[in-house]
């Protein structure tokens, strides 16, 4: 099967982009043909990952039973084309993906975020007659058809969809907006890649990825250089977090309490893999040397997501500690990342109320629980215990991967997207 998808994919750093990625090289692996239409290489500093020429080479994958993965990338204009001037995403993956799905006879255009994508992948599927599938993100839902300039284009291309996978708790929101409920698909199981994510994956090199990082022009290490330490000590104990800068990922309390257990003398020091808007790394770093602990805390840009496990297994444990964030449903896949690479994970009391975390996940048992990240004493308090007993923070990672393995089944995963996409064309 020849399918085109237009959505985000690395460069682009985020949970799309990742699972996109994931998604092409689970079909491509069954032996299904993709091809990849984005404007990744377009994305800003604040929103793009640091890739290696081997990174990029990640980016088209062949197997050995004709499975492929090909990337096209849209370009930037090198100067305003019109005024006012707005960069013509639409109207390029359009063009693009509609070259490509002629080129190739694709049978299927799947789109993931209806912002450009779905509107760009229905212009497609109009021009070329090939059946169009739109997926979306929360923060469609949340945030773009909230807007009443924006709704009723996304409602008209939702409308005219093949299929719209989704939720099945957003079924009537869809209804409600014309769609017919037979063209709602719900998909069924999910997984993480575990042959990537898992325990035995390398540790990063971390004064490697540093010393790349330093060299680099981005904002984030130009706020930093200064008072960035010269070599990261591996045998110390290490604590790990990443993610966009933003107070509702818990990174500031993550260094408020940080400070506290550097004031206690305890032997600990911290990776965080980050990136934002230039007022946002600078805010980071200033509150980084207002807590005294820009000796022990070393900032690395967004990876890909295939490093991820890299930089998990180089911790002793990784926090995620969101909290407050502006979309309910927002369920973040950082969680399962940990547990796959049997780490320790730090987890947020609004995370672990989740669907899906709250029925596995035991304070103490297979993760350690921290219901307020914003009670910087007690944050202290769980990061202290794991910089005092590593030991002990490794048990917990044990016994979270066992939960991991009752979750994760990527082979499953590979048939049903399999099985998905050929029902979608034969329907």
Known sequence: MKICIISKFPPIQGGVS??????????????????????????????????????R??????????????CVSSERPAYDLYVPWANPYVTKLASMATDTVRE???????????????????????????????????????????????????????????????????????????VKKRRLYHLGSD??????????????????????????????????????????????PTLGMYGKIDHAKGMFDFIRALGIVKRRRVDVQAIMMCGGAESSCRELAAFIRENRVEENVWLLPFMPNWVIPSFINATTATCFLERDFFIDYHTPGVPREVLACGNC????????????????????????????????????????????????????GRRGLLLSRMWEDFDEYIEDLHTMFHGFVSA
């Open 104 to 178: 190739h006879s694709c049978d299927l255009i799947y789109a993931y975020y209806l912002e450009p994508y779905g509107m760009a992948a229905s212009l497609a599927a109009q021009w070329t007659g090939v059946p169009c599938v739109l997926a979306h993100a929360g923060s469609d839902i949340s945030v773009l058809m909230t807007r009443p300039w924006l709704r009723t284009s996304y409602a008209e291309i939702l409308k005219r969809a093949h299929r719209v996978v989704t939720a099945k708790h957003f079924d009537d929101l869809f209804v409600g907006l014309g």
């Open 345 to 396: 994970l730090i987890l947020s009391g609004d995370i672990h109320k989740k669907r899906g975390y709250k029925e596995g996940l035991v304070d103490e048992e297979n993760c350690l629980l921290v219901p307020d990240p914003r009670d910087h004493e007690a944050l202290a308090s769980k990061l202290e215990w794991v910089a005092q007993n590593p030991g002990e923070a490794e048990k917990l």
């Open 57 to 70: 080479r990640r980016l088209h994958v062949r197997f050995a039973n004709g499975g492929s993965v090909r």
């Open 191 to 236: 997984s993480l890649p575990t042959h990537c994510f898992r325990p035995g994956a390398p540790r990063l090199d971390v004064n490697e990825r540093l010393a790349q990082a330093l060299a680099s022009d981005d904002w984030l290490h130009a706020c930093f250089r200064e008072s960035a330490p010269k070599t990261f000590d591996p045998r110390v």
């Open 18 to 55: 990742t699972r996109t990625y994931w998604m092409a090289y689970a079909l491509a692996k069954r032996g299904d043909q993709v091809w990849v239409v984005t404007n990744a290489d377009e994305a800003e500093a604040d929103c793009r990952m640091v890739m290696t020429p081997s990174d």
